[in-house]
Every structure is written in C-alpha cells, then in structure tokens.
C-alpha cells in the first residue's frame, strides 16, 4: 500500500495527505462512464503524485485494450488520445515530476506487456511529451509556477483526420476564471475571447509529438 504521508512538514506546509486507493476508486466511480470514456477530460489541481490520475489512466487503457488490443496502431492512437486527455498539477515540484513519471510506467508497462518487442520508441516518446505538458508543477490557486511565476499554459490536444493531432496551448487561468479575461489580448491586440489559444501549432502525426522538445515545451 501506498504511504499517504511523506512528512509532517508537508502536511503542516501543503496540506499533502495523499487518498488511499479504495477512496480513490470509490470517488471514481461516482463518476464511472465518464473514467472509462476514452477521451473524456480530467484535470486535477492538487494531484499530488496521482493517485486519481494514474486510476484515470488505468481505467482508460483498459478500454483501448479491450477494444483495440488486436491492432498495435490503432492501440497507440487511442492511448495517445487517453493520455492526452489527463491533466493535473501540484505544487511541490518533486509531486508533479512523480506524477508524471507514474503515469508514464502504467502506460509503458502495458503497452510493452501487449506488444513487447514490436513496441515503437516514438510512441513512447510522445506519451512522455504529452505528459510533460499535461502534468505540470504550479501553485492552483494563482495560476503560476510557484518560482518563475510564469502562467500555467495548458496544452489541448485534438485528433484530426485519425493519426494528426492539432495542438492549441491556453492559460490556465482564463480557462477558470471569466475575470482574468479582460486582460488577454490576441495577436491584433484585441481583447481575445476566454477560448482564445495562446499558442496554436501545425498539425503532427501523433507518433512525431516531442521531436523537437525545444521548441515545444
Ligand atoms: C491532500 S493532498 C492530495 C493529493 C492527491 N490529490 C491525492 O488525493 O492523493 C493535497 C496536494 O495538494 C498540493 N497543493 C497544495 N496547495 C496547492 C496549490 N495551491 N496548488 C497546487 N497544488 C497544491 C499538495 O502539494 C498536495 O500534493
């Protein structure tokens, strides 16, 4: 089992109690259908080191598997699709760098059980950009990385023409709070609409995302 407490400092500091896994799967299945819809949308503000995610994500693959097992391309696609639809973020970076890589094994440890040797190193490496975008190390509350101060951009990912993906980048904050819309502006330098991307980006073969990490991070 888990441990659900890392120290008393960080429960004193962040609150960081961690939900055990029947709680987790008791919460989740309040929500059921929409935990086993491939694409359905779930973003946690606090995710700690994911134990909602990784059940999330869990509970995803299981339906690729059972509707798409036979044929690794179409699997890979699907996956991608789960994954991409996953978000979460914390504020202790170590928790977000955690998360992230716990829901990169799931999704390694049963893409390499189903398909071993014929496993591709693209897909992989597009699973682990898709999760360095979506899982990001911020402070919830004002919206920013809790150092740079940054704004947290949270990327949507959208399937085109079956193996394409349109990526459009957007603040976190407009995307809760009405408010902050006044001061976003767009490229003519209107005030942009709250659905208005921050960044848009070409169309890429789902299995070319994170080619050129540097200039997509
Ligand atoms: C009670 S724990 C829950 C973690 C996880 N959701 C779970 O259920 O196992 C709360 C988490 O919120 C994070 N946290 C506290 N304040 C936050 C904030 N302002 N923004 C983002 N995360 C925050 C902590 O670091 C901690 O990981």
């Not at 500091?13 to 939900?19: D, K, P």
């Not at 639809?85 to 977000?96: F, K, M, P, R, W």
């Not at 603040?171 to 942009?192: I, R």
Request: hydrophobic share 40%.
């Amino acid at each position: 089992m888990q441990k659900q407490v890392k120290s008393k400092r960080r429960v004193a500091e962040h609150g960081e109690v961690f939900t055990n896994e029947r709680e987790v799967n008791a919460m989740l299945d309040l929500v059921k259908q929409e935990t086993e819809r491939i694409e359905s949308r779930f973003l946690e503000p606090a995710c700690g080191n994911g134990n909602f995610l990784a059940e999330v994500l869990r509970r995803k693959l299981k339906v690729v598997d059972a509707r798409y097992g036979k044929s690794q391309s179409e699997w890979e696609r699907y996956a991608v699709i789960a994954v991409s639809s996953i978000y979460g973020v914390d504020i202790l970076e170590d928790n977000a760098l955690e998360c992230r890589d716990r829901l990169f094994q799931i999704f390694d440890e049963q893409y390499t059980r189903l398909f071993r040797g014929d496993c591709n190193d693209a897909c992989r490496r597009s699973i682990r950009f898709i999760f360095e975008r979506n899982i990001l190390w911020g402070d919830a509350l004002d919206f920013t990385n809790p150092v740079s101060k940054q704004p947290i951009v949270f990327s949507e990912w959208s399937p085109v023409n079956g193996s394409m993906i349109k990526r459009r980048d957007f603040m976190f904050k407009f995307l809760v709070q009405k408010t902050f819309q006044t001061s976003l502006f767009n490229d003519e330098g209107d005030p942009a609409t709250i659905d208005e991307p921050v960044k848009d980006y070409p169309l890429v073969h789902f299995l070319e995302l994170g080619e050129d990490v540097a200039s997509e991070l």
